[in-house]
């Protein structure tokens, strides 16, 4: 029966990566996410309705503005895109919980808005960071207090751990955009999924910096965004952690 939803929280969430793209580019250019109508970020013409639906003005309109015929960024159908996906699988594994799905997509909005914004700019924005912090906060203390002392000391550690990285490399490896969002990372994710998660964003980064230096498009001084890793990490615990802990004990005890 909730398969029968699964399109509908699809469209819901290219709606949302759309305004997750403006929130973005309001960043950019330090305006407000909230006031003002959407304009073409080339020619500045204000967009119509028709320029703005999602992924369906980009493919008719062939990724080219409607006005200037200026190409489109493809990080606009991609946030899009991604942000429609990562709803349905979020959605589909808090089906039981409407409260812990919300939470689960309002943190996803953060967590999509920090990935881009790092992966271009290499900052992790406060304005973003700091909301989505106070909010796992907000969840654990209206959800269960007693809860909360595990992923306090997993964010502590996590972030205690990061900051060791930005002090002993002089902020060279990691910057404290980092920190907080591992403090962030800790906090959501609670002990001992952290781990994992930091594990994980530790290999994949290893893995696509080779991959940088081996295709000369980086050298091992070239300066790499951590925070999509991180989030990467995140989210393939989210999704499968329990499963991931239990494999890798399992390694052990066999
Ligand atoms: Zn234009």
Sequence with gaps: MSFLLYPFIFLFGLTIGSFLNSVIYRL?????????????????????????????SFLSLKGRCHYCQKPISWQYPL???????????????????????????AIACFLIVIFVYDLKHYIIPDKIIYPAIIIV??????????????????????S???LTIVLVSKGKWMGLGDVKLAF????????????????????????????LIAFSKKTL???????PF?????FVVLFFGENLINW?????LL
């Design 28 to 56: 950019e250019v330090k305006e407000s996410a909230f006031k003002g109508r959407s304009y073409c970020p080339r020619c500045h013409h204000s967009l119509g309705w028709k320029d703005l639906i999602p992924l369906f």
């Design 79 to 105: 946030v899009e895109i991604t942000t429609g996906l990562l709803f349905v699988f979020l959605a589909h594994y808090s089906i039981y919980d409407l409260g812990l799905m919300i939470y689960w997509l």
């Design 230 to 234: 991180l989030i990467i990490g995140t």
């Design 221 to 227: 001084k070239s300066e790499v965004p951590f925070g």
């Design 137 to 158: 906060f907000a969840y654990w203390l209206l959800g269960n207090l007693e809860m909360l002392l595990n992923p306090l000391i997993a964010a502590l550690l996590a």
């Design 160 to 162: 205690s751990f990061f």
């Design 248 to 252: 890798y004990l399992n390694l052990f």
């Design 184 to 211: 962030f990372m800790g906090l959501f994710l609670g002990w001992p999924n952290i781990l994992v998660a930091l594990f994980l964003a530790f290999f994949f980064g290893a893995i696509i910096g080779i991959g």
